[in-house]
């Protein structure tokens, strides 16, 4: 029989940054606030994911006796200014498509408990945030993170894994609690620019930014489309102002080559001009959330953040895909990000436009044109 030690040993040799175990006693205070805000979490049921039954881990695994959950750094080395500038951290380095590294890993660990005669499953729908504090890795930050307690300076930029297995383990201490400094003022609430932040381990995901960049479904509305800023997919902004990241924040880390490389097929030049086939090629397998059929909500983003740079370098970009587009809400968020940069060849390039369009399009023409046009 496994002990402790001997997957504590094995956990550190398959590069996690921690391990902690937990009972498997179902999640009700999860289960509860779930069904309390079901309304906020309707999509993701839709999408498949029946967050309810996660909170039972013998739903996932009959026999269920402990969970094991191990930590995973997604932060340990830099990513180029240019990708987190645009991009949240967690998605850039993202191998759950490509399986080269975090899954192999993943996979190594969970061989060495099938060898040992214990069996596992990694659910995705079990609440893995909230598993690792009742295992003792971190605490809660108001912004709905989870910090750990030993690893990136005891920052949010860790990924909980949680595996449901069939045997005993002595559980670890809980720390289900806010670690938060009472000093703090509540910096990621006022900093959120969507408001999606609305307290201890209250977040409407509805109205935050990394569902927005990839599950909303019309054209972003205009009251949210400044506040949205640079960001293309995900936000890390509640992450960033917060003082507990601030020791890791401050590291010189070492550059982490994989994402250095990806810097060109990243610019928002490529990704405004890109074909289903560059897409599916170099874009999907690190974020996959959207797919080739939804390629406008990729343009719409990066034209929104493109009038958000307020850069006139853009102009031209935006000009031709104006006549690449068809998708209303791409050729709309394409004229609004005109009308934000503004000066004679945005406004020509709109004036063009204008007797050629209708609709969604033309309305947004206009607004560019007429409503506080620089
Ligand atoms: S990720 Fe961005 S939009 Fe979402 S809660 Fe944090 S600051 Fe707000
Ligand atoms: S910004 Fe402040 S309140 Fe928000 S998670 Fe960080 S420490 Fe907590």
Redesign the pocket.
Known sequence: MLSKNELIEKAHECGFGDIGFTTADPFETQKELLQERYQDYEWVFRAGLDLVAGTDPTQILPQAKTIIVLMEVYFSQAFPASLERHF?RCYLDDDRITKDRLAKRIKAFRSFLKDNGVDSKVPFHLPHRVAAARAGLGTFGK??LLYSNKVVGRGSWVLPIAIVVDQEFAPDEPTLEVGCPEWCRNA?LT???????KGFRH?NPR??????TYYEQGITPLELREPMGL?VY??????NVCPRNAPWLAKELPINQKTAAMVDDFKLISLLHMDPQYFNSRIWPHMFYTSEKDLWRWKMNVARAMGNTLDDQFIPELAKAFQENEDERVLGMIAWALGRIGGPHAKETLSNALSKSEGLVKKEILAALFSGFR
């Open positions: 949240g912004n709905c990621c900093a959120c620019p969507t408001g999606a932040l977040i109205k935050c930014i990394s569902f927005l960001w995900g936000c890390d902004r509640c992450q």
